[in-house]
């Protein structure tokens, strides 16, 4: 029910927003169209953590189950990569699409993967790990999966970092070649999901085709330009 | 047999009481308010009474006596023993099993036994159990996975229900098969795992004090989802080997390979005793969190054959258990 509810009130915004109905059009990519999409795409990025709150602390309904900080982790997880991926869909989608607006949203995306896998190595390292840098370490070390979401997380963090428009300016052509890093952070992400699994490989595969495709789109453009020039 | 309890461990290091029963208090606390008085003693030498605890369900069993092997730790909750379950038969999620074993009828129910024995046949639920006393057995449970509980099993010693069997002197092994029957077991229709599945034990494993076949969980018949009508328990190896739903027993001279066994050599081995020394390939078994205890608690250290080394490790005398993981 409260999920309903919380889901009912983007939708409805959005519905008010592309109102076809003729009371009031926005364009995309006018003013008025971002001052109005862009907290219904916060509002929607921020579901994920809002559920696992109400879920930590069992409101009505809402638990984690036996085993709670597991379940964290995994949830917390699995939404960095599902943000991760949707912000390599921005690029080849506007590409498909011709819709140039959608640019505007890929930072976004980008810095709700990074909150979300920031959540997920914190609860690894607090709840799951208790803050013991030895076995932190060791795990790092000793565990190829660990060392790879480590890999992922640490390389995001630059990412992040320079993810404002003064660093844009500042880094100029530099910037693209340092964001190409997210290339690997998603395939070390997708990866670490990958390992970790015990046996039932299905999910971490369905993330793993995904950025396949999401990968390979970026061959193909790339190709296209070669033969345009 | 001399019956010794586990001298290596003490309940108060285990689980705190009042941590286990007042978990969703605390995680309120954590949050909103403060709690005042958060103990709330259970009793745990007896055998339950069933009555008090919450959210139990099914038939209760008659006659369940107590037992000296039980250990004096508090059990996980119902509702923890219920939904948290590895049993891919039923889907490979934690709660999987809860929901989609619901509709599953362990009725009427029969075991076949086969090989190395005077005495084979199929045997109905009611042969191997009806002629032997329940016993409540309060066991550690220790998942591969690095998680733990504590379950109030409701039983007989295998050894019992093995010698109706009569084995003869070519019996070193004992094969257990789970029910084939995807329309009773959905998750068999995925081949994620080569089904039926299939455990094995020693024969000096299986005719051990401390395994046991079980039929109950907190004096009332076993859930469907915890491995109904009847699953092994062998306390001192990761959970995988105590295969549910067995509708196959069979007496072997060669070493029976299980499924875990066939699907991930490099990873899971026949032995699988509990070992903190051993890694598994991917993560430490070292530690292990206990199921159940606040979230703040962090994990506890693994004992060796899972604290019951006392009783099991003249088993392997002589065996190297890194090689024989």
């Keep these: 029910m409260a999920i309903r509810l919380l889901l009912c009130i983007p939708v409805w915004i959005c519905a008010r927003t592309f109102d076809l109905g003729s009371r009031f059009v ?145 880094l100029g052509k530099r910037w693209q070649k340092l964001h190409r890093l997210v290339y690997i952070v998603a395939i070390a992400g997708v990866w670490h999901f990958y390992w970790q699994v015990k046996l039932d490989t299905l999910d971490a595969t369905v993330y793993a085709l995904v950025l396949a495709v999401l990968l390979l789109t970026r061959v193909y453009y790339k190709s296209q330009t070669r033969v345009l020039t | 047999m001399l019956i010794k309890r586990p001298a290596d461990i003490k309940s108060s290091e285990i689980t705190d009481e009042s941590v286990y029963l007042k978990r969703r208090e605390l995680l309120k606390v954590a949050g909103i308010v403060t709690v005042g008085g958060l103990i709330g003693p259970v009793a745990s030498h007896q055998v339950f009474a069933t009555e008090s605890v919450p959210g139990v369900s099914g038939r209760e069993l008659p006659g369940v006596q107590k037992s000296p092997y039980s250990t004096d730790q508090v059990p996980n909750s119902w509702s923890d023993i219920t939904t948290y379950n590895n049993y891919y038969e039923f889907g490979t999620g934690k709660e999987d099993p809860a929901l989609n ?94 089904w039926p599945y299939e455990e094995g034990l020693t024969i000096e494993e299986a005719m051990h004090p401390l395994t046991l076949m079980a039929v109950g969980l907190y004096g009332r018949e076993l859930p469907n989802q915890n491995g109904a009508p009847m699953r092994l328990v062998v306390p001192w190896k990761y959970g995988f080997k105590s295969i549910k739903a067995i509708a196959g027993i069979s007496f072997t001279r060669k070493r029976p390979r299980s499924s875990w066994e066939r699907t991930l050599p490099s990873e899971y081995g026949f032995y699988a005793n509990v070992n903190p020394d051993v890694s598994h390939p991917r993560w430490s078994q070292a530690r292990e969190r206990a199921i159940g205890a606040s979230v703040f608690a962090g994990k506890k250290p693994t004992l060796m054959f899972n604290g019951y080394g006392d009783q099991v490790a003249s088993l392997y005398s002589g065996l190297d258990l890194r090689k024989n993981f």
């Excluded at chain 2, 191997?128 to 409540?136: I, K, W």
């Excluded at chain 2, 690095?146 to 010698?163: C, D, E, N, R, Y």
């Design chain 1, 26 to 170: 926005i364009k995309p990519g006018s003013k008025t169209f971002y001052r109005v999409t862009k907290p219904v795409v916060f509002t929607l990025c921020l579901l994920p953590v809002v559920i696992l709150l109400l879920q930590a602390f069992e409101v009505r309904e809402f638990g984690l189950g036996a085993n709670p900080i597991e379940e964290l982790l995994h949830q917390l997880g699995r939404w960095g990569l599902k943000f991760l991926l949707l912000s390599l869909t921005i690029t080849p989608l506007r590409r498909w699409t011709g819709w140039n607006w959608l640019i505007r949203f890929r930072r976004m995306l980008g810095l709700f993967a990074f909150f979300y896998i920031t959540l997920h190595f914190l609860t690894y390292a607090i709840l799951d790990q208790g803050l013991d840098f030895a076995v932190i370490i060791e795990d790092v070390i000793k565990r190829p999966y660990i060392t790879l979401g480590m890999v992922a997380f640490l390389l995001l963090i630059p990412l992040a970092l320079t993810s404002t428009k003064g660093m844009m300016r500042r």
């Design chain 2, 101 to 194: 074993a619901t509709g599953f009828n362990p009725r009427p129910w029969s075991v076949a036994v086969k090989g190395e024995c005077d005495k084979p046949g199929n045997y109905n639920y009611e042969d191997l159990v009806s002629p032997h006393a329940l016993e409540e057995r309060i066991y550690r449970l220790r998942c591969v996975e690095a998680w733990s509980m504590v379950i109030p099993w409701v039983g007989i010693p295998l050894a019992s229900i093995i010698k109706q069997f009569e084995p003869n002197s070519d019996a070193r092994y004992v094969r257990f098969k789970t029910l084939h029957d995807s329309s009773k077991m959905p998750g068999q229709r995925r081949r994620i795992l080569d």
